[in-house]
C-alpha cells in the first residue's frame, strides 16, 4: 500500500514562503515523476509543478521564479518551496505521482492535500 503524506501547509502572510513536503511510504515504492496540484475555492484543480527523477522540471506560468520544486531521493520525497506568495496562491496542494509498476500496472497516487492560505 502506498501512500503519500504531505505537510507544511499553514497560514502566511502574503509574501511570505512556506515548504511543502510530501513523503512516500510502500514497501518497495520509489517515486519516479511526480507533481504538484492546487485547488482555489470555487476553483478547478491545477498544475502547479512537475519533477522527473533524471531531472527534468516544469512549472506553471503563474510561479515561475517564486516556487522551486526539489526532492530527496533517500528520503523518497518531494518538496516545493513557496516563496513571494500571493493571495492568489491559497489553496488546497496535492501530492501526485504517477505511473507504471515492475509489471506494468499504471498507477497514480495522491496525497491528502496540504491547505495553503496567504492573507494580506
Known amino acids: 500500500q502506498v501512500q503519500l503524506v504531505e505537510s507544511g501547509g499553514g497560514l502566511v502572510q502574503a509574501g511570505g514562503s512556506l515548504r511543502l513536503s510530501c513523503a512516500a511510504s510502500g514497501s518497495g515504492f520509489s517515486i519516479n515523476f511526480s507533481a504538484w496540484y492546487r485547488q482555489g475555492p470555487g476553483k478547478q484543480r491545477e498544475f502547479v509543478a512537475s519533477s522527473t527523477r533524471g531531472g527534468l522540471i516544469k512549472y506553471a506560468d503563474f510561479v515561475k521564479g517564486r516556487f522551486t520544486i526539489s526532492r530527496d531521493v533517500a528520503k523518497n520525497a518531494v518538496y516545493l518551496q513557496m516563496n513571494n506568495l500571493k493571495l492568489e496562491d491559497t489553496g488546497v496542494y496535492y501530492c501526485?505521482?504517477?505511473?507504471?509498476?515492475?509489471?506494468?500496472?499504471?498507477?497514480?497516487?495522491w496525497g491528502q492535500g496540504t491547505q495553503v492560505t496567504v492573507s494580506s
Open positions: 501526485n505521482t504517477p505511473g507504471v509498476d515492475g509489471n506494468d500496472v499504471p498507477y497514480d497516487y
